[in-house]
């Protein structure tokens, strides 16, 4: 394995010169910007300075996830307000620290989950029903009722660039409008609004006074159209939604207005950021030009492949969104996404339910007991495959086992498992943009597991640049914030991209063609394998007429058997 930080000259493509010549590339500001990071599991508020972007102070706390029944996932918006305050307040008391206020604090931006629903009454100011999270499927009747009318998933892809999905905010508008009478009744008395996450932060933050979301949260929404960046009325009147219950679509990057809520301690700060936290993460990498593509590495994967200013409209289920638009002026940049649904899972999954680890974070202790995997392979299936295979009666598999296989080739296989999984997603990504990616950034939780990104490197035969930041989600909400006109306190310059956090671990490649070619070839196989387990007996005609003339004899029956028992008692009866 080879590491390296901050390798001149490298693929990474992220020169890192004398700082003379950053200080010349770099407005000469001094002031603060603060992030509020909104994600699935946790919440939390970051300070950095500028221009340079160092965090300074931080706080987090974990966000609950309430599951009324199975796959449904929910939040409660008022805590989601409560937490942001909450860091924001422990943040800023840390500022003394380095010899700042709040007053130094010159705006502020926002990252959230995305697709994440909130629907909350205009008058009151108070939720309707608690957030729907991104990964619920009590919506699938919902989908299948419109796929029904349209004929197709797909149906909408050329104009959103996603499919009909329950991942989606349109189908969970219409679920909560179709399911939730507190809903309707506001709907009917023109109180209803909706929006995703960032939506409902702003509201609160400005007690009322903006209802509005940025292009890459709209564009995961399912209702707009990415070449007007508007509303699109079509989806609209399919999906049964009132334009006046969402906010108004702005860019990534410009003055929103102020934070007047008296409960924030960002009262009088301006709010100039707004990204999607994939997104933000792609611009934290600094993945900024047409072919560069990040992976985050959680639970799941989450890989996203800059487009450049053209919208590319996958042929394999890969999913178009808007990367990024840095001003009301600016260009719109575009994306392809790939997901892997189980990553970091499978490894809580040896640990919860195999008892294979004793913790998950161990992982990479025990997969290095063996050299290789001992030709075992973990087709991680729970609930199907997705791109590029969508196939939802697939389930998991582990094959190869022989009688000297151990558990720590099964922890090494789980590890391969998500690396071939990404080269699965990488693989459609170079075939539908047609550019040539020659590099993989990565960050998230799962990436201080060195083994794994060497063995990414070894599976996807090129260099992979793990972000010091680990998670570069806020410092790329940061980067948006303080950028925007009227705010100023750096200047965006992808070009040069000297800024003093950008630090790179280097993994290499150390396999051969031949060598991946064989290994892949064989993941391949096992996936196969793991295809077609989930079987839906449909019921025959000839079945259901047989049951049906057998149920309809019963009454009868039912009523001759009666008959001849009492007759029978009677003689019995008589007898004596």
């Known amino acids: 394995m080879t590491e390296g930080k901050n390798i001149p000259n490298s693929s990474a493509d992220v020169p890192f ?3 003379e010549l950053r200080k010349q590339s ?15 599991k946790t919440i939390g508020f970051s300070i950095y300075t500028t221009p340079d972007f160092n965090e300074i102070a931080a706080h987090r706390v974990e966000l609950s996830v309430i599951s009324p029944q199975d796959g449904w996932y929910e939040q409660d918006p008022l805590e989601i307000m409560a937490s942001i305050n909450k860091c924001a307040e422990e943040a800023i008391k ?18 959230n989950q995305r697709e994440t629903t909130i629907v909350w009454d205009a008058v009151t100011g108070k939720p309707l029903y608690n957030a729907i999270v991104w990964k619920d499927i009590r919506t699938s009747s919902t989908v299948e009722k419109i796929v029904a009318k349209v004929q197709d998933p797909n149906h909408f892809r050329n104009i959103t660039g996603l499919p009909i999905s329950t991942y989606f905010s349109a189908l969970k508008i219409r679920w909560l409008k179709d399911n939730v009478p507190e809903v309707r009744q506001a709907i009917r008395g023109q109180r209803c609004k909706a929006g995703t996450v960032d939506s409902w932060i702003v509201w609160n933050l400005t007690n009322g006074a903006l209802h509005i979301t940025d ?60 990204m999607g936290n994939q997104q933000a993460s792609l611009l934290g990498q600094m993945c900024v030009k047409p072919g560069q593509t990040k992976n985050t590495y959680r639970s799941g994967c989450f890989l996203l492949c800059n487009t450049g200013d053209k919208p590319v409209f996958s042929r394999h289920g890969l999913l178009t969104t808007v990367a990024y638009k840095l001003g009301p002026q600016a260009p719109t940049i575009y994306a392809i996404e790939g997901a892997v649904s189980v990553a970091g899972h499978a490894l809580s999954w040896l640990q919860n339910k195999m008892r294979i680890l004793p913790d998950s974070r161990d992982a ?10 001992g030709d075992v392979y973990f087709v991680p299936a729970f609930t199907g495959l997705y791109a590029p295979y969508w196939r939802q009666n697939a389930r998991g598999i582990i094959i190869g086992l022989t009688q000297f296989t151990r558990k720590n080739h099964i ?6 498992s998500i690396c071939f999984q990404t080269r699965d997603i990488l693989e459609c990504m170079h075939q539908e943009c047609g550019y040539e990616i020659n590099k993989l950034h990565a960050d998230g939780k799962l990436t201080t597991n060195n083994l794994l990104m060497q063995l990414q490197a070894d599976t996807i035969g090129m260099p992979v640049f793990r972000s010091q930041l680990m998670d570069s989600t806020a410092f790329g909400a940061a980067m948006c914030a303080a950028q925007a006109e009227g705010i100023d306190l750096c200047k965006f310059e992808p070009e040069k991209r000297y800024y003093e956090n950008v630090h790179y671990d280097t993994f290499l490649a150390t396999t051969t063609d031949v060598e991946r070619k ?6 391949k196989r096992a996936v196969e394998r793991s295809l077609g387990w989930v079987i839906k007996q449909k019921k025959t ?3 259901t007429e047989e049951n049906y003339r057998m149920l309809s004899s019963l009454p009868a029956s039912i009523f001759l058997i009666s008959s001849f028992a009492m007759l029978v008692h009677s003689f019995a009866a008589t007898a004596q």
């Open 518 to 523: 064989e290994r892949y070839g064989k993941w």
């Open 364 to 373: 990479e202790k025990y997969a290095e007991m063996v050299p290789t995997s």
């Open 26 to 40: 770099l407005i000469q500001h001094t002031g603060l910007v603060g992030v509020i990071d909104e994600g699935t």
């Open 215 to 274: 292009v890459t949260n709209a564009s995961r929404t399912l209702l707009m159209n990415l070449e007007t960046q508007n509303w699109d009325p079509v989806l609209l009147k399919t999906f049964a939604i009132k334009e006046d219950m969402l906010p108004t679509i702005r860019s990534c990057s410009e003055i929103f207005g102020k934070i007047t809520s008296e409960r924030s301690a960002l009262r009088g700060m301006t709010l100039s950021g707004i």
């Open 94 to 111: 840390q500022l003394p620290e380095h010899g700042f206020s709040s007053s130094d604090i010159v705006s502020v931006g926002i990252t």
């Open 17 to 19: 010169r004398s700082k």
């Open 411 to 416: 922890v090494r296989a789980a590890l391969e």
């Open 541 to 543: 005609r000839e079945h």
